[in-house]
């Protein structure tokens, strides 16, 4: 299963911004749960056609998966802490579970 996350910034943030802030996020949340792998934060380089600006993807083998980040995320203050900071950076949120077919 995968896990698409898309999203763009709020006027006037740095890329550099949304990186530091996201690979945090990412590091706090693979050592918490570590059946969610990163795959990597994405951005688009030539701003040709309609948004996203940034897709964040992970890797996770159960759907069932999604129950334990949310009972974790629920009881971690440190992990909220990070979303806070990324949502004050960003807008447009999007997630998409798929699975890969080929």
Not at 58 to 79: H, I, M, T
Request: glycine residues 4%.
């Amino acid at each position: 299963m995968y896990y698409f996350v898309f999203f763009d910034p709020k006027d006037g943030v740095r890329r550099t911004q949304i990186v530091d802030v996201y690979k945090k996020f990412a590091e706090h949340f693979g050592k918490k749960l570590p059946q969610f792998k990163f795959i990597g934060l994405y951005v688009r380089n030539v701003l040709l056609g309609s948004r996203p600006h940034y897709v964040a993807i992970w890797e996770f083998p159960n759907y069932s998966d999604l129950d334990e980040w949310n009972r974790v995320f629920a009881e971690d203050k440190q992990g909220q802490k990070l979303a806070r900071e990324l949502a004050e950076l960003t807008t447009a949120w999007e997630a998409k579970v798929m699975s890969k077919l080929i």
